[in-house]
Protein backbone atom coordinates (compact mmCIF):
# COMPACT_ATOMS: atom_id res chain seq x y z
CA UNK A 1 0.00 0.00 0.00
CA UNK A 2 1.12 3.15 -0.82
CA UNK A 3 -0.18 6.65 -0.65
CA UNK A 4 1.72 9.68 -1.85
CA UNK A 5 0.75 13.46 -1.76
CA UNK A 6 2.03 16.48 -4.16
CA UNK A 7 1.21 19.82 -4.99
CA UNK A 8 2.26 21.42 -1.32
CA UNK A 9 4.05 24.95 -1.84
CA UNK A 10 4.34 28.44 -0.60
CA UNK A 11 0.61 30.40 -1.51
CA UNK A 12 0.28 33.84 -0.93
CA UNK A 13 -2.92 34.34 2.02
CA UNK A 14 -5.87 34.66 -0.34
CA UNK A 15 -4.50 32.09 -2.82
CA UNK A 16 -4.84 28.14 -3.97
CA UNK A 17 -3.50 25.30 -4.30
CA UNK A 18 -4.67 21.50 -5.01
CA UNK A 19 -3.11 18.59 -3.13
CA UNK A 20 -3.09 15.51 -4.59
CA UNK A 21 -3.00 12.12 -2.99
CA UNK A 22 -1.73 9.27 -5.51
CA UNK A 23 -3.18 5.22 -3.91
CA UNK A 24 -1.65 2.48 -4.95
CA UNK A 25 -1.72 -1.43 -3.50
CA UNK A 26 -5.36 -1.05 -2.55
CA UNK A 27 -8.84 -0.74 -3.54
CA UNK A 28 -9.46 3.23 -3.95
CA UNK A 29 -12.85 2.59 -5.19
CA UNK A 30 -13.52 1.29 -2.00
CA UNK A 31 -12.21 3.18 0.46
CA UNK A 32 -12.83 6.77 2.05
CA UNK A 33 -9.81 9.58 1.63
CA UNK A 34 -9.45 11.66 4.36
CA UNK A 35 -6.92 15.18 4.62
CA UNK A 36 -5.31 15.59 8.04
CA UNK A 37 -3.10 18.67 8.50
CA UNK A 38 -0.46 19.59 11.35
CA UNK A 39 0.30 22.83 12.47
CA UNK A 40 3.64 23.43 13.97
CA UNK A 41 3.58 22.75 17.66
CA UNK A 42 -0.31 21.73 17.22
CA UNK A 43 -2.18 18.28 17.20
CA UNK A 44 -3.22 16.52 14.24
CA UNK A 45 -6.11 17.83 12.59
CA UNK A 46 -8.89 16.48 10.36
CA UNK A 47 -9.15 18.64 7.44
CA UNK A 48 -12.25 16.89 4.76
CA UNK A 49 -13.34 13.34 4.47
CA UNK A 50 -14.59 12.02 1.36
CA UNK A 51 -16.79 8.52 1.78
CA UNK A 52 -16.91 6.04 -0.98
CA UNK A 53 -20.16 6.82 -1.82
CA UNK A 54 -19.20 10.14 -2.23
CA UNK A 55 -20.03 11.89 0.14
CA UNK A 56 -18.10 15.00 1.86
CA UNK A 57 -17.25 16.20 5.02
CA UNK A 58 -15.10 19.61 6.53
CA UNK A 59 -13.55 20.70 9.61
CA UNK A 60 -15.24 24.04 10.74
CA UNK A 61 -12.32 26.17 10.06
CA UNK A 62 -12.06 25.07 6.03
CA UNK A 63 -15.78 25.16 5.60
CA UNK A 64 -16.63 26.92 2.14
CA UNK A 65 -12.98 27.30 1.16
CA UNK A 66 -11.13 23.70 0.93
CA UNK A 67 -13.30 20.82 -1.64
CA UNK A 68 -12.12 17.18 -1.79
CA UNK A 69 -12.93 15.39 -4.29
CA UNK A 70 -11.42 11.27 -5.99
CA UNK A 71 -10.97 9.94 -8.97
CA UNK A 72 -11.40 6.52 -8.74
CA UNK A 73 -9.81 5.87 -12.39
CA UNK A 74 -6.61 7.61 -11.44
CA UNK A 75 -7.21 6.23 -7.93
CA UNK A 76 -5.80 9.62 -6.75
CA UNK A 77 -7.61 11.89 -4.34
CA UNK A 78 -7.76 16.08 -3.88
CA UNK A 79 -7.86 19.00 -1.53
CA UNK A 80 -8.57 22.36 -3.51
CA UNK A 81 -7.84 24.88 -1.33
CA UNK A 82 -8.65 28.60 -1.72
CA UNK A 83 -8.46 31.60 -0.03
CA UNK A 84 -5.96 30.18 1.66
CA UNK A 85 -4.93 32.27 5.25
CA UNK A 86 -1.51 31.92 7.22
CA UNK A 87 -3.30 29.71 9.83
CA UNK A 88 -3.38 26.77 7.53
CA UNK A 89 0.12 26.82 7.39
CA UNK A 90 1.20 22.82 7.69
CA UNK A 91 2.19 19.39 6.51
CA UNK A 92 -1.15 17.84 4.95
CA UNK A 93 -1.55 14.15 5.21
CA UNK A 94 -3.73 12.26 3.57
CA UNK A 95 -5.71 8.75 4.61
CA UNK A 96 -7.26 5.61 3.05
CA UNK A 97 -9.63 3.83 5.39
CA UNK A 98 -12.91 2.02 5.15
CA UNK A 99 -14.71 5.05 6.30
CA UNK A 100 -14.39 8.30 7.41
CA UNK A 101 -12.73 8.87 10.70
CA UNK A 102 -14.87 7.94 13.71
CA UNK A 103 -14.22 7.22 17.32
CA UNK A 104 -11.13 6.37 18.70
CA UNK A 105 -10.76 2.55 16.67
CA UNK A 106 -9.95 4.67 13.44
CA UNK A 107 -7.20 2.61 11.14
CA UNK A 108 -5.97 3.89 7.75
CA UNK A 109 -3.20 4.12 5.53
CA UNK A 110 -1.31 6.98 5.96
CA UNK A 111 0.56 8.68 3.17
CA UNK A 112 4.25 10.72 4.12
CA UNK A 113 2.43 14.79 4.12
CA UNK A 114 3.47 17.32 2.29
CA UNK A 115 4.39 21.01 3.14
CA UNK A 116 1.73 23.83 2.61
CA UNK A 117 3.04 27.50 3.58
CA UNK A 118 0.71 30.76 3.52
CA UNK A 119 3.07 33.29 3.97
CA UNK A 120 3.32 36.89 2.16
Known amino acids: VHLEESGGGLVQPGGSLRLSCSASGFTFADHAIAWFRRAPGKERMGVSCISSDGSTHYAGPVKGRFTTSSDNAKNTGYLQMNDLKPEDTAVYYC???????????????WGQGTQVTVSS
Open 95 to 109: AAADRCPTGSNWQAY
